[in-house]
Antibody, heavy 125, light 110 residues
Framework: EVQLVESGGGLVQPGGSLRLSCTAS????????MNWVRQAPGEGLEWVSV???????YYADSVKGRFTISRHNSTNTLYLQMNSLRTEDTAVYYC???????????????????WGQGILVTVSS | QFALTQPPSVSGSPGQSVTISCTGT?????????LSWYQQPPGTAPKLMIY???YRPSGVPDRFSGSKSGNTASLTISGLQAEDEADYYC??????????FGPGTKVTVL
């Protein structure tokens, strides 16, 4: 059974740092495109970052230069290192798996088939 | 910059059909089919309902269907049920290797 469990959230002061973890089971994070998506209180979903199975990484403009996505294959864990945190980074952070595959000459990509339960990050003084 | 628009809310009575629109531009949604729909009941994580415009993952009821015409994608819920009350988000994988979500639509079952 596929499961994603986030941890590492909490309260941090503006300018501080925090590292989120997402422990996966039922599949290998190294073979999928793994993402972080966040949701500010009462707001909609915002994509944050992706790490490809090949290791390439991409970020939303709002976090570029401050956040770093990575993974540890032996522990099957996805990470999000968040530095220089701002009050507007306050949100529930979800890790999500993107399932890319090709079938019958058509390649399917860009959808998140499994999500974690989310972890709250609060940036406040 | 990529952006998607959705109506803030739609509503219907049990058994009725409701349709949620998701509008992009000719250069993104009008050209590519990397469009997904997610359901998020209050206090829960999002759930994938439709991918690649019209494909339904295993386990999603066939009451949910997706389509696209030009720059606008649509999610239709047929035979509306109380359990369908939730926020629904469309999402597009862009040519910049990033992802954009629509602002979300609240579906209310009257």
């Amino acid at each position: 059974e596929v499961q994603l469990v986030e941890s590492g959230g909490g309260l941090v002061q503006p300018g501080g740092s925090l590292r989120l973890s997402c422990t996966a089971s039922g599949f290998a994070v190294s073979t999928y495109f793994m993402n972080w998506v966040r949701q500010a209180p009462g707001e909609g979903l915002e994509w944050v970052s992706v790490i490809y199975s090949g290791g390439s990484t991409y970020y939303a403009d709002s976090v570029k230069g401050r956040f770093t996505i990575s993974r540890h294959n032996s522990t099957n864990t996805l990470y999000l290192q968040m530095n220089s945190l701002r009050t507007e980074d306050t949100a529930v952070y979800y890790c999500a798996r993107e399932n890319r595959y090709c079938s019958g000459g058509t390649c399917f990509l860009g959808s998140f088939d499994y999500w974690g339960q989310g972890i709250l990050v609060t940036v406040s003084s | 910059q990529f952006a998607l628009t959705q109506p803030p809310s739609v509503s219907g009575s049990p058994g009725q059909s409701v349709t949620i629109s998701c509008t992009g531009t000719s250069s993104d949604l009008g050209t590519y089919n990397r469009l997904s729909w997610y359901q998020q009941p209050p206090g829960t994580a999002p759930k994938l309902m439709i991918y690649e415009v019209s494909y339904r993952p295993s386990g999603v009821p066939d009451r949910f269907s997706g389509s696209k015409s030009g720059n606008t994608a649509s999610l239709t819920i047929s035979g509306l049920q109380a359990e369908d009350e939730a926020d629904y988000y469309c999402s597009l994988y862009t040519t910049s290797s990033t992802y954009v979500f629509g602002p979300g639509t609240k579906v209310t079952v009257l």
